[in-house]
């Protein structure tokens, strides 16, 4: 594959297209306005040279930057071979962007949906030929996660499955098969930790830290539900769960206000300097 799209530029965006990048593919990364796309590029440069003090390889930021080129609108990807789409996980959002790329690209193009929640069939239904979405969830952050979820919608078929899985492995992840089901297996078990460690700072009965200090200190996890909770995106989380609660109609899914109230204040985590946590900018 000589050319592969990434559309859109936040977080989720962003680690994919460096880790292409990092691996020696060929990137275009679009966005709906210049600004994203100038911090998009920022924000790659910058993980690059952190890499190592993060505990990760030692990367060559000139040279990962030298492979992605950045494009205002989708219309950029009309030559791309495959295209991993990242958009917010808002139903509306995704369904404008897939309309537009199934104007947009040809015919025999693969199409990742990038989703912790929305089904891929829905996605598929977008497009004259369905058969080539499929879905990946990538984890946050992207080049730091060798495990992904690989799901296929009913349409999907075998050659853009493995079409994927090639890809996937040039980029040094594992698929892990799983059928198209809303949340999948990660955010099917994730969103309900994560939203009802929510419910108890809410209802007062633990702060953050406590949450977060109990899921580390009893069961090992080297993160807390309310920190990864911060990581991945409070704005995140909550259409997550809306996605999940509209689609099982299940009140086990119910958003906790606590969530909803955060995401209209603007504290989304790390991305904004201030989720459950306070970050330094």
């Not at 690059?48 to 492979?67: E, F, Q």
């Not at 949340?183 to 830290?209: D, I, K, Q």
Request: charged share 20%; hydrophobic share 45%.
């Amino acid at each position: 594959m000589t050319v592969i799209g990434v559309v859109g530029a936040g977080v989720m965006g962003v680690g994919v297209a460096q880790n292409l990048a990092q691996y020696g593919y060929d990137v275009v990364l679009v966005d709906k306005d210049e600004r994203i796309l100038a911090e998009a590029r920022d924000a790659v440069t910058r993980n690059a040279r952190m890499s190592r003090l993060m505990g990760g390889p030692a990367l060559d930021a000139d040279a990962i930057m030298a492979r992605i080129t950045t494009e205002v609108g989708v219309k950029a990807l009309a030559d791309a071979e495959l295209v991993i789409e990242n958009v917010t996980e808002n139903w509306d959002i995704k369904r404008e962007v897939h309309q537009e790329l199934d104007a947009v690209l040809s015919p025999d193009a693969v199409v990742i949906v990038n989703t912790s929640a929305i089904p891929i069939t829905k996605v598929g239904s977008l497009y004259g030929r369905p058969e080539r979405v499929v879905g990946v969830h990538f984890m946050n952050p992207v080049p730091a996660k060798p495990v992904v979820e690989l799901i296929p919608g009913f349409h999907t078929s075998a050659e853009t499955v493995e079409r994927t899985r090639a890809l996937l492995t040039g980029m040094g992840k594992k698929g892990v098969d799983v059928k198209d089901s809303s949340g999948f297996v990660s955010n099917r078990v994730l969103m309900l930790t994560v939203n009802e460690a929510a419910f108890l700072v809410y209802e007062g009965v633990a702060t953050a830290e406590s949450v977060d200090e109990v899921f580390r200190g009893c069961f090992g996890h080297p993160m807390g539900p309310l920190e990864t909770a911060d990581l991945i995106g409070v704005d995140t989380i909550l259409y997550s769960v809306e996605v999940l609660y509209e689609h099982y109609a299940d009140s086990k899914y119910r958003p906790c206000p606590l969530l909803k109230q955060m995401t209209d204040a603007g504290l989304h985590g790390r991305k904004t300097g201030r989720g459950f946590y306070t970050y330094a900018s």
